[in-house]
């Protein structure tokens, strides 16, 4: 096989490094010239090869959703990592400890629950460090700004297998802004909720806290983060339609492709390409319908997916297409895809220069 | 660990043994009965060891997707093959080329491109036996009833390279039926169109032409398709919401269950589980709304998947959730579930049974 993109069998997932390296240190620098630490989420892409350019380019660290995902962090000798999840039941408890002792980890907490069973793994000498979930309006997870913040830190306080380093969130609101200033007034909005549970954490007698929120529209708005300690967004490395639709990334900036061909044109107007639902995924697009971007053919459509099929209409007057015809496509949700495969191609110049172990696939336990 | 399945690690997937032997051995007697040939899609689950369950009652053959799915099949032994995908590029010609001599290998065809390129690595000896695809109006992939038909059939009759075997057909518009009479009359349809494309194979000399079709909603109606010679269906061995949806199944007929905790609850009413799209994927059901039906719930909707959260709403009035409670979910589509796995528990009587590898994770090459 020569190392041309175009001779990969289909389909196959990308990745322009120029483009992801780009990605990478647009972010790390806006972090670093607003005094935030960066601790990208690294659900996006899952692998080990990626996280240490992150952590290369300057992240303080990393995070996970799941504990099977910081597993294989850690195995792999990456030692900062915060478990944003509430970790719950005895499994994964024994897991978490076992963790604890051997990697710089932090974990998020919200429920009582939860706590009582950190506190039982927690010791004085190595205690469970938490970061106190508030809800900033998604409704996802997290305590209730406000009162009920207060005194679900302070009952935590008291555990001594427990140390409370800050307070946490997330944004998913965000994604539904329909401009940039509204973008900048959710970064806004989230900064100063956690400044103020900063505060709060103060008042109960926490040193230094941390507080840890973003995601990646923020990073477009992070003079508006000033004063947060962290940030953690996984996306800004790929970029995808969401980001387009967003405006928080331009075509240029997306790194992940999901290369296709053409394999049948049963209709005039009407192809199917390599690449279904078990490769694109059904996540959708804020604004643009159908299943993903096709590169340089914006009047072709992604209008269906079957598992193995995606079903393209066009205008077969105005567009040519042929059997065996490559195309790229950019995803609607980027954090998706690489989950699906056990590699993903680097590329650069259109040449395979890695193929990119996905190290934590499937690690969603 | 117990082997109770409350005690796996969420979220996993779980298949009820005896239910999916139950679907497994109503779909083999059905066919049976109407006399056609049941050749199981393996999409659905990707294991040996569920292809093997399904060939010992009696299925003829498989179906897979794509050739890679073919190349681990055979590695386990199984060795008749129905890839019913159009095979594309010097790449998985070569691929083939390879299997066709080791297997009884059929592949479908609708263009003159892959006609050539399947001639290119048939030889007389070892022909690539193909089923021409027809398309029965979904219009995915298949040349066109009649006279497109013929006349492609008969260009591929001249080439050496390659052996008609019959005629083949998806019809996806069976899933948007309404009632068991329009499901009843998609088969009758499909039937009749197969039916006659195999007297017009014949009238050209092809001896004794395969007609392949079906799928799981028309395994209630296989009185419509007597006189077809094999069916495909896949998704029958679990079923899902799609399949309660559509009437060709029943709660008690559902053998995949994504077992999940609830993690956190932010407000009354809101609860967050942890299986999301990385879980359950973002497909949906034709009529069920939200992102699959939580067993003995009703009342409690899944209303938004993030890549790790389930989002739950209900009445806080009528239903109490706690941290740390198990749920069962029937997913909206069962054949994406699998594929995200490597493992998935085999249980019985609420205990497990059995590990059951996913051998064809992730194959879509």
Redesign the interface.
Known sequence: ?SNHIY?I????VIIDLDVAERNIYRVTNAAKKEGINLRPHI?THKSVYLTKKLLEAGAKGITV??ISEAEVMIENGIDNILIA??V??K??WERLRKLNRIAQIMTTV??M??ANGLNEIGTKDYPINVLI?V?SGT??????PGNDFIKFALKVKEMEGIKIRGVFTYN?LIYGSKSLDEIKSHAEAEANLLKKCVEQLKDIGIEEPISSGGNTPITIALDKMKGVTEIRPGNFIFNDVTGLDLGVAEEKDCAIRILA?V?????PG?A?I??????L????AARSPGFGYIVGMPDVKIVKL????G?LKYDPDKRKL???QVIEIIPNHA??IP????FIYGVRNGKIEKEIKIDA??K??
């Open positions: 096989m001779d069998p289909s389909p196959a659900k959703a799941k999840y509430p719950l039941g499994e994964k919200d429920s629950e939860i979930e809800d409704h996802r997870c997290g305590v209730q998913g061909r394999v049948s044109i049963p209709l009407h199917a390599d690449a279904g639902s078990k490769t995924t059904s996540d959708t079957n598992e193995e099929h079903l042929s059997i065996g954090c998706v989950n699906l495969c056990d696939r499937g969603n336990y």
